[in-house]
């Protein structure tokens, strides 16, 4: 299992891909607020819970980077 991302790691990955934390949630199949508590300060249980999607938000940088990105994949 790898680490936790920070609220600015999240917030960041997420404005890179172009996604709102609508379409973020969506994509990882959590509630907005969830996005929203991910990326906000002290918020250390919820930072345990982005341990399980860090990797997919991760895939999602990357994929987009090489100019290809299918949410419905993640």
């Given at each position: 299992m790898g680490e936790s991302m920070t609220p600015?790691?999240?917030?960041?990955?997420?404005?890179?891909?172009e996604l709102s934390q609508?379409?973020?949630?969506?994509?990882?199949?959590?509630?907005t607020r969830t996005i929203r508590r991910w990326?906000?300060?002290n918020q250390p249980n919820a930072l345990?819970?982005?341990?399980a999607?860090?990797?997919r938000i991760e895939q999602m940088v990357a994929?987009?980077?090489?100019?290809?990105?299918?949410?419905t994949k993640y």
């Open positions: 600015e790691e999240i917030k960041a990955a997420r404005k890179s891909l609508k379409q973020l949630g969506e994509a990882l199949g959590v509630a990326e906000g300060p345990m819970k982005a341990v999607v860090r990797d994929d987009s980077r090489r100019g290809y990105v299918d949410l």
